[in-house]
């Protein structure tokens, strides 16, 4: 399997601030937005130059054209990756090529042709698991064994996980000057730095309560690193942000020791607009309480078609076995 033949650049290496790799990059406004994206253009180099340790950085985006970037896209399919994983780095793709026409290193037609890519058209059943109840208090149980600080906030942020919906990132991004107990609300910045409203569950308030009783009330980050010795993670004064990554490894610490099997933050994400839908809210309030852009994407995780299909098949009476 070849790489794709692109051109030597006739000029120098990239300087960072000309590099559409680094300005587009930088126009994202989160940090999980530019971890996933510095990955799918890293990815993109390594089929470029057939080198697996290439970054995108100081690649000469600006010469591809239209015969190398559908190269590039049959690549992906050829190497078997599923379709939503080929059209996110497309996307990433074609915004890179815009970067690079709107430094002045392409001109318009360039782009346009190189960027000219049709998405992979796929059907695919829903990603991701229900979280039952069950589960969710099995976890909760094991940070409650834990009586250490520790075990307070993971509780609090398990709550506010399942009752908001939220995503992992927007959770890390907290800051108790967003909390009200008051209204039992967070503001939050979602993606694009969207803000929106989400609210508590009086139960998660009152673990919330807990949780602040011993990190202290303090500006800083909602929930924040603890170390080994039991003291938060201070930064610059305050109580330091923690990674979406770590609130990931939170909840798989927490559900192992409860002997649940793994979980994703986004799976309390579907599971939340699931009982939303299931409890009779509207598409619209909650797409606006999960920070949809489109009510299309909420849509996608309404689990009620499914059910009402395998009620229908239960309608059917399987025959007893009996001689002719």
Known sequence: MSAPAVPESPRPAVEPARDPYQ???DSLTSAESRRAMRGCLDRLAALI???????????P????RYEHTVRLRALM?????????VNKHLVALRRVLREAWRLGQMTAEEYQRAADLPTVEHTRLPTGQHVPPEVVGAALAACERDDSRAGLRDAALLAVLYSTGCRRAEI?????????????????????????????????VGRMERWLAVRGRPAGALFCPIGKSGGLRIRDGEPAA?????????????????????????????TFIGELLDAGVDLATAQALVGHSSPATTARY????????????????MPAPRPL
């Open 77 to 85: 399919t050829e190497r078997g990756w599923s379709p939503s994983y």
């Open 23 to 25: 300005v587009y990059l």
């Open 242 to 270: 923690m990674t979406g990554q770590a609130i990931a490894d939170i909840l798989g610490k927490r559900l192992a020791e409860a002997g649940a099997a793994p979980r994703t933050p986004h799976d309390f994400r579907r």
């Open 302 to 317: 309404d689990r009620r078609p499914e059910r009402r299909r395998r009620e229908a098949v239960d309608r059917i009476a």
């Open 49 to 59: 130059s057939g080198d697996e340790v290439s970054s995108g950085a100081g690649q």
């Open 172 to 204: 890390a991004g907290m800051t108790l000057g967003d909390y009200d107990p008051g209204s039992r609300s967070i503001r939050v910045r979602g993606k694009r730095d969207k803000e929106r409203m989400v609210y508590l569950t009086t139960e998660a």
């Open 61 to 64: 985006w600006h010469l591809l």
